[in-house]
């Protein structure tokens, strides 16, 4: 079983920044995109960004030009760099990840969600 662990959510205020990180952990595995997702009170879960195992990025409109997703991918591991973070960045982030497993193939795999408040 892979499992993700998130890291770093937590109170900001408006114009802050924050780092989320998320590592993968387990057995023989390998990881191909890794991404960020957020679902806010009442709302759809929805993308924030996403990057490939070779470095391919893509960003949600909402967080473009303030938001910067990296990997390290010896690490297993994926970072969200979030500034100038406005209140409507309010959620729980998701990281998300596509494994392959000999057992299994491939599969979408989510961790547990990190809440990030944006608020003064």
């Known amino acids: 079983q892979v499992q993700l662990g998130e890291s770093g959510g937590g109170l900001v205020q408006p114009g802050g920044s924050l780092r989320l990180s998320c590592t993968a952990s387990?057995?023989?595995?390998?990881?191909?995109?890794m991404g960020w997702y957020r679902q806010a009170p009442g709302k759809e879960r929805e993308l924030v960004a996403t990057i490939t195992s070779g470095g391919t990025t893509t960003y949600a409109d909402s967080v473009k030009g303030r938001s910067t997703i990296s990997r390290d991918n010896a690490r297993n591991t994926v970072s969200l760099q979030m500034n100038a973070l406005k209140v409507e960045d309010t959620a729980v982030y998701y990281c998300n990840a596509d494994v392959w497993r000999p057992s299994r193939g491939w599969y979408d795999t989510w961790g547990q969600g990190t809440q990030v408040t944006v608020s003064s």
């Open positions: 387990g057995n023989n595995f390998v990881l191909n995109t």
